[in-house]
Structure formats: structure tokens, C-alpha cells
């Protein structure tokens, strides 16, 4: 079965205050691990797209890393606009699904 | 729109009516889904379309829920006979096809009283 755990489920960052958030996932059978920021009121915003073990995508403040068996989103001097709810995902074979953890929610303290 | 639209935005039912939830993807878009968010919780995966085959309807909780996607466009969900525990957003995505990201629109909260 699909599964997908997030770790921490909250953090609180002093703005300027670099940190990682992990996700760990059913490694068997993985066809891309997703990472999506979703405001309050909001639907999840798209981030990142992994595939493969040793790929690294960046984004201003944050970077998505992606081993065999974990992803870890790193912010590196965060602003409080950085503050949201940021939700990983993993696609597998044999369906298009998306399976997501409950998420880390992200706030930072001017 | 740009993006994919959502109505309506929030929906308040009594207990034991249906309710019609509709979403427009993205132009273009072949595929598209539909996740439950309850407070607190993950986002749950409810059905799938792509093209013009058969749905992924392996995430619907039960045979309340129903969906149709019309034309290859646009889509409702239908929750017949409310219950409280449907209270919730329905978030709905679409990507430009399989194994591709999906992006969201901004969800209908339904609440059931």
C-alpha cells in the first residue's frame, strides 16, 4: 500500500532560520514524489516534481531533495511568506493517483 | 480562466440532501481529479479521469458518491444523501496528462448540518 509520512507535522522558524522538512514514502515501485505549499483557504500549489534518487531541484528559498527511501524540502533564510502548509505526495505504477502525507506546517517568526 | 475553477465555493446542505460540485479544468488538460481534505487530515483520493477511458473511481468511500466528466472537460461530483462526515473541501486538479504534476484549484468547503 501507498504511503507517505511527513515529519515534523509543525515547525516554528525564526525568519532568517534555515531548516529541512522530510518525507518518507513506500519506495517500491515510485514514478515521482511531489511537493505542493498550500495556504490557508487554498488549494495546494504545485513546488516540485523528484524522480530519482540524487535529484535536487531549487526554487528561491527552497530545494527539494530526493534519496532512495526519503525527499527533504530545505528553506534556507526564510521569510514569513514562507509560512504555509507544505504537503508531499508520491505517484506509483500502475495508477495515476497521488498519495499524500498530512503535511508540515510552516511558520515563520518575523 | 487560467487555472481550474471550482464552484461553488462553499456549499452549506441539510443532512440527507445531494449536492452537485462542479470543476472546470485547465484547457487542454486530459486529466483530472478528485481529493477530499477533512480538518486535520490528508488530502484523500477520490476518483480519476483521463481522456476517454474508464475512471479510477477506487477512492470513492461509498456508492453516495458519484462522478461524471463531460465532453472530456468539465466535471461534477455528487454526494447523495448527505451525511455529517462528508463535511469537508473537495479539491479538484487537472494535469495535461499521465505522470504529469496536477494543479489544484482553490477547492468547495461542504458543510453538512
Known amino acids: 500500500e501507498d504511503q507517505v509520512t511527513q515529519s515534523p507535522e509543525a515547525l516554528r522558524l525564526q525568519e532568517g532560520e534555515s531548516s529541512s522538512l522530510n518525507c518518507s514514502y513506500t519506495v517500491s515501485g515510485l514514478r515521482g514524489l511531489f511537493w505542493y505549499r498550500q495556504d490557508p483557504g487554498k488549494g495546494p500549489e504545485f513546488l516540485f516534481t523528484l524522480y530519482s534518487a540524487g535529484e535536487e531541484k531549487e526554487k528561491e528559498r527552497l530545494k527539494a531533495t530526493l534519496t532512495k527511501k526519503e525527499s527533504f524540502l530545505h528553506i534556507t533564510a526564510p521569510k514569513p511568506e514562507d509560512s504555509a502548509t507544505y504537503l508531499c505526495?508520491?505517484?506509483?505504477?500502475?495508477?495515476?493517483?497521488?498519495?499524500f502525507g498530512t503535511g508540515t506546517r510552516l511558520t515563520i517568526i518575523p | 480562466g487560467a487555472g481550474v475553477s471550482q464552484s461553488p465555493s462553499n456549499k452549506v446542505t441539510e443532512k440527507g440532501k445531494d449536492v452537485e460540485l462542479r470543476c472546470d479544468p485547465i484547457s487542454g488538460h486530459t486529466a483530472l481529479y478528485w481529493y477530499r481534505q477533512s480538518l486535520g487530515q490528508g488530502l484523500e483520493f477520490l476518483i480519476y479521469f483521463q481522456g476517454n477511458s474508464a475512471p479510477d473511481k477506487s477512492g470513492l468511500p461509498s456508492d453516495r458518491f458519484s462522478a461524471e466528466r463531460t465532453g472530456g472537460s468539465v466535471s461534477t461530483l455528487t454526494i447523495q444523501r448527505t451525511q455529517q462526515e462528508d463535511s469537508a473541501v473537495y479539491l479538484c486538479a487537472s494535469s495535461p496528462g499521465t505522470g504529469l504534476k496536477a494543479f489544484f484549484g482553490q477547492g468547495t468547503r461542504l458543510t453538512v448540518v
Open positions: 505526495a508520491r505517484r506509483g505504477f500502475g495508477n495515476e493517483k497521488l498519495t
